[in-house]
Each structure stands twice: as C-alpha cells, then as structure tokens.
C-alpha cells in the first residue's frame, strides 16, 4: 500500500515505473562479491522486538545514510521471511525472496545506484509473515530482514541496530484460513493505522525501534547449519506491469462511466450508500490490483476475486456468461479508508481473477473511487516461439495454452495460480517442456529440478510439491522427477547440472525396488500413488482420489510400468556418466518387471493389458504405458494404440495424462492422428475459457499448467522438432501435419532459430523449407524418406 499527495504525481510515478523496469528488475548475480558466497556476513538478521516471530505480523524497516557522491555501482543483497518489498527513496526495486527452503534460502543481488542521490538517501522495506496464514508454499523459520552490502562502499546499509522498525497495526489478521485456498489470505487495512509515507525520505521515524539483532546472514554450506542457508536467487525477477479492467459487467446502486476504466471518470458514491460493481478483466490474470480513493472516512471497500461465475446451482457454465450468476470467491482483501485525499491500497501479494468485484459500503463521507487497475505479474517468459497452420482453430490453443503457462509460473512453477500455487513435479515436467520450446528459458525447469532434488526424505523419495510447509508423498512424481531430468539431459548440453542429479535418482528407484514382491511386480504401495483424475474404478480407491486399481493392494501395472519407463530413462543417463554397471542394472530390472507385468496382466480375450493380474480393471493409462514402455512396438503398439481409442469401457484418460496418450500415440507410428484428438480442449475454448482447465467439466481450476501440452505438442510433435541426441546437439525433424495444408514454426534452440516451413503436396509429397542456426547439423524424415540437413537454408521437395 502506498500514499501520493496528488494525482498527477502518481501518474508520472506510473511513466516512471514502467521505464524502468528492465533495469530494475535485472539480478546482478555475477557481481556478486565472492566473500559473500564464503564467509560470515557482517550484516545481521533483525526483527522487531516484544512481538512474537511466528504470528501474522506486517513490519516496515528503515534505513536513512547519506553519501557524499552519486555513485555508478551499489550492490547489495537482500533477504526476508516470510517475504518483503524494498524500496529506495520511496522507489519499489525488488520483491523476493525467491521461494525456497530454509536450507537454500534465496537472496536477491541487485546494483541500487540510480536510485541513489549525493546526500540523504532511505533504504526501506516492507516485510511480512502470515504466520498460521500463511500459504502452503510458503516454508518459514521466523519474521526477519537482512541486507549486505557488496564491498566497502555498500557496507553502510548493512542491516544492524543503525536500522529502525515499526510493527504496522494497520493490517488485522483474518479470523480463520481460506477452506477452498491455500495460496494464503486476503488482506484487511485499517487506512486510520497506516503510516503513510514510510518509504519515503523525510517521513518522520523517530518513534521507531531499534530493531532486535538475531545473528549474521551465513551462506549455505559455510558453517555450521543456521536459520536461513543463504544461496543467490537464481531466476530473474518477476515481470510488473501495468494492466487496465477491460469491462463493467453491471453495477448495483451507482452508474460507471466508460472512461471510469481509463482512469479519467471517477466515482463518486454519496456518504451512507451501499455499492456493487462487478468488473470482467475479459481473461484470465495474475496481477496485483491497485485502487485510488479520496474521503470516504471509515467506509468499507472490498475487493473480491473468481475465476468465474457460478450459477444458483453453483455450476459455472459458460465463462463469458454473467446472466443469473455470482461471484465463486474464495478470498478478498478490504481497505478502510482514513478520509484523505489521494491514497491508494494494493495487497502485498498477487491476485488471480478474471472476475473481480468491489463490495462499498460508506457512513458519514461521501467516497470516490479515482481509479482501479492491475499490475499484471508472472515469471517473465518470452515467447519466443510461434506456430501457424491451415487451421485456425490451432491458433485459438496456441494462445490460451500459452496464458495458462504464463499464469502457472511464477518464482516456481504453479499447478494452478488461484487455488494452491504449488509446484508439483506432475505438472513441472509439461510446464518445463513449453518453456523449453516457446521461450528457449530453462532457468526455471533447472531451479524445480534443483528444488524437488532437496525435497528427498530419508525413505529415498521425493516430496510431491516443494517448496511446501506440509510435505506429501505421490511416490509416482518421484519417477516423473527422473523423467524431467532426462529431458533436460536431450534439450541441453549441460552434463555436470545433471550429474548432480545422480544420487537422487539412485535414492527414488532404489526405494521402488524394495517394494518388488515376490511376483516381480510391484506389491502393496504405500501414499498417494497418483496418476490421473480418472474415474470409474478407480473410485473404489478412494479417499485417495486419481489412484489405480492394484495401487493398495499390490500388483499394479500402471505404476509398475512407470517404474519401467523411469529405470529406462535412468539407464541412459548413467550410460551418459560412465557408470555402465547401474545402467545395466536398471535395463535388466526394467526387462524382468516389464516381462512379469506382461505374463500376468495381459488378456488375450480383450487384446488389452488389465490393470491388475485379476483382469478385472482396464484402462487407457496401462497401455499407454505398455507402448511407452516398448512392451509393444511397430504394428502391434498401433493396434494396441487402436483399442485404446476405440474402447469406451476403458478408464479413460483426463487432461494431465493425455500428454503421455499422445506420447504413446507417436511411439505407435500414429502421430498423424493427433490433431483429430484435440476436441478436450476445443470444448473448453467454447465454454469460453481463456485458460485450460484441471479437468473436464466440472472441474475446480479454471487454469492448470499440466492442461497446456499442446503448445509443446504442436512444436515438438505436428512441426516435428526434436532432440537427435543428447544436449539437442543434433535435430531430427519429422512432421506429423494431419489435416493441414501447410504449417509454419519457429523455435530457439541454444545455437539459435530453427524455422520450418512446410506445405502439403497431393496426398502424400511435401514441399518447404528449413533453416537451422549454424553448428546445428539434423534430418529431416517423411514417411520412409530421410534427408540430411545441415546449418542454414534446407529446401523440401518430397
């Protein structure tokens, strides 16, 4: 939240921002003094003192110094818990940290100078914990706040007792957490409490604290395990943009002009009145919403935020629909204006919605709303890649895949952005892929790699979802986990971040291994063995919902068949490393476990691999796996592949698990047929989402990263392009266009732009070009032909 004396201030301050912000939001990491990475930091964590650390508590720490130069360079590093907003002269520069744990806490490096003047200059922050609040994401030790300067020049900002801090009374916390959310609570300000100014340079602090001293910031791996194990952040800083509400969808008790969305029409809303207004944003969005008001002393504004509207019978229906439908909100922030002039309320962390709606309620001053909009906000993806076809409708996927990409990443990869904001590793293996392929970013998909890598229990299994207060174990992402590693050992040549990885893996599978009975397939699983939102028998699996039959009880083949894949993965990438003898060991294992499952869970009668060895339960999933697997291959795997589509009696898939049904669809030779598959997420274009869902109708999330996979698929699948080799240092492009009639792509490999053009000749010739970046050698295959291609332009005639 913050204050501004006039309108045309905070406009120019808007201008301001928006310049700026390539600058302000870089990470200078490799500035960063070496001693910081290595020693003792002469900085020190600080708190307030006479609170508790662990409660929900808001803090404003300050630090004014002077200096006698402008200077050209001022690095400084900065950490928080739970989270803080720094400011310089009353300038927002950074937000962070970096979500982590309290092992790897993240620390952001960033060069000040700018912001800086000869003389007096404040160095402020705003930090806070929710305390039992706080969302599940969110590991913490206690309130605290630390700053180090790089050198000597920057020692005089080193956080210490020459810092000040105040607790601000203005925020009330909530009386019991979300029951729908666990992405933390909404805000309440009491705008008669705020101390408004606080970031700026000649506020008054002089009734401040001295802060209280916890000990110095000590960096990982130094010394002797402490509080917070400092590591640099190491994703760039979040995008922050303005972001105007495109529409008023109706209003109760007051008319909104037009221009009212453009800044330029206030409302005006008498004293002693109650006003709805309900806004549509048009889409999907991440962002923090910002209102500007004036009087309205002691009136109540509430802002509430839905990913859609639901009607009496609490189905949402067509998204774009409003008529006899209301809010689904499942949190709200509320701001109680003091009566002054021109000030301003925005949470302290991110909203989504595309819905948003303001509840007013004034006594005895009249109010006016002068503005409302929003700070759109996501990691700061690129797209760099594009995909254009014949078909139209392509487009339309394309574009809402990508939003629900861009709306699922933040400081880490999200499930969903509204309900949990967790990262999952069943979601961060398709999300990371679209980051490979649309944005040529892997800095991400390396940092969740990382992450889940420090998530391994002492059983030898990864946690599910991490970072996260409360650990929970889906045994099967473990083996997603490897799979993610092994994409990224094909997509980038970078042998050392993956050998890192090497004792992790041997941990997961070895833990797997124990749990072979004696029919050498997997017995009785303990946890949540996940594997899709699927429904039928698996219903009896219950109350862990999306679990196999066979998962319990023993004897499995999905998730036997999933330990198959990853010990096949693994056995190429100790191949890679050297270790001949493990790889060996995971292929022999892989053989027998795939052999057994085989024997015992194969029906000839239905021409299907059952779930179970009682051949009572069939599903797509398991031969999908079968396929995966190699269990099958050439004519047989596409017969088999047949039978999956054709025979509605088999558990069908969801959303998540089509990515690895198309998958299996191109192992069996039947790629072409991938885009007379894609109706799943044309409904949902139709229903008027502008991002894909979780599940099919009904579903709970409007947007979930796992539901994006055709942006990857169109790309790596129906254009073709694909790793020949490890490190992507050779491409094999092999198109697979179905029913178009030409198609045109483009993506960024490491060496630089792969470009294919392609246009259908008579039924079975194909006609185009591509063109490669220059130490990128591949080959282009069509059906049963083969062409070499080398860097540079490549003509098609075929």
């Not at 021409?607 to 009572?616: F, H, N, S």
Request: hydrophobic share 35%; with cysteine; net charge negative.
């Amino acid at each position: 939240m913050k204050h501004t004396q006039n309108r045309r201030v905070q406009l120019l301050l808007w201008c301001f921002i928006l310049l700026m912000l390539p600058s302000v939001r870089g990470q200078e990491q490799t500035k960063i003094n070496p001693s910081i990475l290595n020693g003792k930091w002469d900085a020190q964590w600080i708190t307030c003192p006479g609170v508790s650390l662990t409660d929900y508590g808001v803090f404003h720490f300050r630090k004014t110094f002077a200096l006698t130069t402008e200077p050209e360079e001022f690095i400084i590093h900065v950490s928080g818990d739970n989270r803080y907003r720094l400011f310089i002269n009353g300038t927002e520069v950074c937000k962070g940290p970096a979500r982590g744990d309290l092992a790897n806490w993240r620390f952001e490096t960033i060069d000040i100078a700018e912001y800086l003047n000869r003389g007096e200059n404040v160095l402020a922050a705003v930090v806070w914990n929710f305390g039992e609040f706080k969302p599940l994401a969110q590991i913490s030790n206690k309130t605290a706040f630390i700053v180090q300067g790089n050198g000597t020049t920057e020692k005089i900002i080193n956080s210490g007792h020459s810092w000040k801090v105040y607790k601000n009374e203005a925020y009330i916390p909530p009386d019991t957490p979300s029951s729908h959310t666990v992405v933390g609570v909404g805000n309440e300000v009491d705008g008669s409490r705020y101390p408004y100014g606080w970031e700026l340079l000649g506020f008054n602090d002089s009734g401040w604290k001295v802060p209280k001293v916890l000990g110095n910031g000590i960096p990982n791996g130094k010394f002797t395990f402490w509080d917070w194990n400092l590591v640099p952040r190491n994703i760039p800083f979040m995008e922050y943009r303005l972001q105007r509400i495109m529409e008023v969808e109706r209003a109760q008790n007051i008319q909104v002009e037009t221009h009212f969305l453009e800044g330029k029409s206030p409302l005006h809303i008498p004293a002693h009145s109650e006003v709805i207004i309900l806004f549509d944003q048009t889409y999907l969005t991440t962002a923090y919403p910002e209102i500007l008001v004036s009087g309205g002393k002691g009136s109540t504004i509430e802002i509430s935020y839905a990913e859609a509207l639901v009607d009496q019978n609490g189905v949402k229906g067509n998204r774009n629909q409003i008529e006899g439908k209301t809010m689904l909100s499942y949190y709200s922030d509320k701001f109680h204006p003091d009566g002054r002039e021109n000030s301003s309320f925005q949470p302290l962390w991110f909203r989504t919605y595309r819905y948003l709606e303001l509840t007013i309620e004034t006594r005895e001053e009249p109010l006016i709303i002068k503005d409302l909009y929003g700070y759109f906000t996501a990691y700061p993806f690129e797209e760099k890649a594009s995909f254009r076809s014949s078909d139209p409708e392509l487009q339309d996927i394309w574009d809402v895949g990508w939003r629900t990409a861009r709306l699922c990443a933040g400081e880490t990869y999200f499930d969903c952005p509204y309900y949990e904001q967790l990262q999952y590793v069943g979601d961060t293996r398709i999300q990371a892929l679209i980051s490979l392929y649309v944005a040529n970013d892997d800095r991400l998909m390396r940092n969740a790699i990382d992450q889940f890598h420090n998530s391994l229990l002492p059983i030898g299994l990864t946690q599910s979802r991490f970072p996260c207060a409360e650990p929970q174990v889906i045994p099967t992402f473990s083996l997603i986990w490897i799979e993610m590693i092994h994409d990224y050992w094909m997509h980038r040549d970078d042998q050392e971040f993956v050998k890192k990885q090497a004792n992790g893996i041997r941990n997961v599978l070895f833990w797997y291994k124990q749990q072979i009975d004696e029919s050498t397939m997997l017995g009785p699983m303990d946890w949540w063995n996940f594997v899709d939102w699927s429904f039928g028998p698996w219903d009896s699996q219950k109350p862990l919902g999306g679990t196999p039959t066979g998962a319990i009880d023993g004897n499995s083949s999905i998730i036997t068949l999933q330990y198959v894949h990853a010990l096949q993965m693994a056995s190429e990438l100790f191949e890679a490393f050297g270790d001949q003898h493990q790889a060996g060991e995971y292929r022999q294992l892989s053989q027998s476990l795939m052999k057994s499952s085989y024997e015992r869970c194969w029906s000839d009668e239905k021409g299907l691999l059952a779930d179970t060895p009682e051949k009572t339960s069939f599903s797509q999933h398991a031969n999908i796996l079968a396929i995966l697997t190699g269990m099958f291959k050439g004519q047989e795997s596409a017969d088999l592949f047949g039978r999956i589509l054709s025979d509605e009696d088999l558990t069908q898939t969801t959303l998540y698990f089509k990515f690895y049904m198309i998958q299996a669809m191109k192992e069996a030779g039947l790629a072409d047929h991938y885009l007379y598959n894609l109706e799943s997420w044309k409904e949902m274009i139709n229903m008027g989402l502008t991002t894909f869902a979780e599940t099919p109708e009904p579903t709970r999330s409007d947007c979930h990263a796992w539901s994006a996979s055709p942006n990857y698929h169109f790309l790596s699948l129906v254009t073709g392009i694909e790793p020949a080799s490890p490190g992507f240092k050779t491409v094999k492009i092999e198109p697979h266009p179905g029913p178009l009639n030409y198609l045109e792509s483009k993506i960024i490999h490491p060496r630089g732009e792969i470009l294919v053009k392609l246009k259908r000749r008579g039924k079975e010739g194909i006609t185009g070009e591509i063109i490669l970046p220059e130490g990128l050698p591949g080959k282009f295959v069509w059906r049963a032909q083969e062409i070499e291609l080398s860097s540079g332009r490549n003509k098609i005639e075929l």
